[in-house]
């Protein structure tokens, strides 16, 4: 059973553009929520994160927007530019022994030059 | 620093074969983790050690065993190869302390093909 959620599977946009991703949740025993950034041959790598107290977070050109009624949280890449183009993922994490994350399925994102 | 290395990079295993994949951190991290990813299904959780001396379950545990060696090293051990435990595996650790958001850092992957 797969507890995030994430859409679309695929994603184009052109550069400059707006870049969104969508991320639903159902365990709210949920209570840290990062986006990983993979290219291809490389592991993932920490973009972003946020706290569910808290219903937007801004790095450069990265925001996460975080609706706990709702169980979602989304990531936004304004002014997309061809590096940005990669796969990400959302996740969702338990405070505990470890941290343990719980992975969306991915999103290849392409931005067209 | 290295971070968080992964041997080996690629491996072609014979259904029925046995392989280690290792995994060391440099980072001083209490937790480690192995994962698996698949085309569409994202990361799954094969095992964790919240710290040395411990290791847990994750979400796809079976037909895999590991080792926590010592606090650097974390092993993975398929004792007998499936065709459907051909994916990338990817070894990770984190600083983890209760009340702390702390990051995972992943190496970068072992491809494993079982034929």
């Known amino acids: 059973q797969q507890q995030v959620k994430q859409s679309p599977q695929s994603l184009i946009v052109q550069k400059g553009g707006i870049s969104i991703i969508n991320c639903a949740y159902e365990?709210?025993?949920?209570?840290?929520f990062p986006w990983y950034q993979q290219f291809p041959g490389k592991g993932p790598a920490l973009l972003i994160a946020?706290?569910?107290?808290?219903s937007e977070k801004k790095e450069g050109r990265f925001t996460i927007s975080f609706n706990k009624s709702a169980k979602q949280f989304s990531l936004h890449i304004m002014d997309s530019q061809p590096g940005d183009s990669a796969t990400y993922f959302c996740?969702?994490?338990?405070?505990?022994?470890?941290?343990?994350?719980?992975f969306g399925s991915g999103t290849q994102l392409t931005v067209l030059p | 620093n290295a971070g968080v290395t992964q041997t080996p990079k690629f491996q072609v295993l014979k259904t029925g074969q046995s392989m280690t994949l290792q995994c060391a951190q440099d980072?001083?991290?209490?937790?480690m983790y192995w994962y698996r990813q698949d085309p569409g299904m994202g990361l799954r959780l094969i095992y964790y050690?919240?710290?040395?001396?411990?290791?847990d379950k994750g979400e796809v545990p079976n037909g895999y065993n590991v080792s926590r060696l010592n606090k650097r090293e974390f092993s993975l051990r398929l004792e007998s190869a499936a065709p459907s435990q051909t994916s990338v595996y990817f070894c990770?650790?984190?600083?983890?302390?209760?009340?702390?958001?702390?990051?995972?850092?992943f190496g970068q992957g072992t491809r494993l093909t079982v034929v």
């Open positions: 980072m001083n991290h209490n937790s």
């Open positions: 990770a650790s984190s600083r983890t302390r209760t009340g702390e958001n702390t990051e995972a850092f």
């Open positions: 050690s919240a710290s040395e001396g411990t290791t």
């Open positions: 996740a969702a994490s338990i405070l505990g022994s470890a941290r343990q994350l719980t």
């Open positions: 365990n709210t025993a949920f209570d840290y």
């Open positions: 946020i706290r569910p107290d808290v």
